[in-house]
């Protein structure tokens, strides 16, 4: 059963914005840390966003902070990332994973960065392009 979807990439001009969603039909999401990275080509993937359980505590990545949101609505089992002012450099494969280890991860992310690996279940990616 697939259990993590993400949509909402697009093609879209430096300084607009985006809304990328993630729900996730295979998993009891209260139960989950969820978290956005994104993967350019020939680039790591690497951490954009994270939110606790609840949706009381998140991180963000230095490079996005105070462009991009992350949110979470558990009555619909789906996570937001909405990207404002967005840069050519924010071009990449967006991903949604999920963990349930627990906030602990929201908290550890804030000294040691959003680590992939610490993610356990991943959807299959969505595109942004941001042209110049």
């Known amino acids: 059963q697939v259990q993590v979807v993400e949509s909402g990439g697009d093609l879209v001009q430096a300084g607009g914005s985006l809304r990328l969603s993630c729900t996730t039909p295979?998993?009891?999401?209260?139960?989950?840390?969820m978290g956005w990275f994104r993967q350019a080509p020939g680039q790591e993937r690497e951490g954009v966003a994270c939110i606790s359980r609840s949706g009381g505590n998140t991180n963000y990545a230095e490079s996005v902070k105070g462009r991009f949101t992350i949110s979470r609505d558990n009555t619909k089992k789906t996570v937001y990332l909405q990207m404002n002012s967005l840069k050519p450099e924010d071009t990449a494969m967006y991903y949604c994973?999920?963990?349930?280890?627990?906030?602990?991860?929201?908290?550890?992310?804030?000294?040691?960065?959003?680590?992939?690996?610490?993610?356990?279940?991943w959807g299959q990616g969505t595109q942004v392009t941001v042209s110049s």
């Open positions: 994973a999920a963990d349930s280890s627990g906030d602990v991860l929201v908290q550890t992310s804030k000294l040691l960065g959003i680590d992939p690996g610490l993610f356990s279940i």
């Open positions: 295979g998993l009891t999401f209260d139960d989950y840390v």
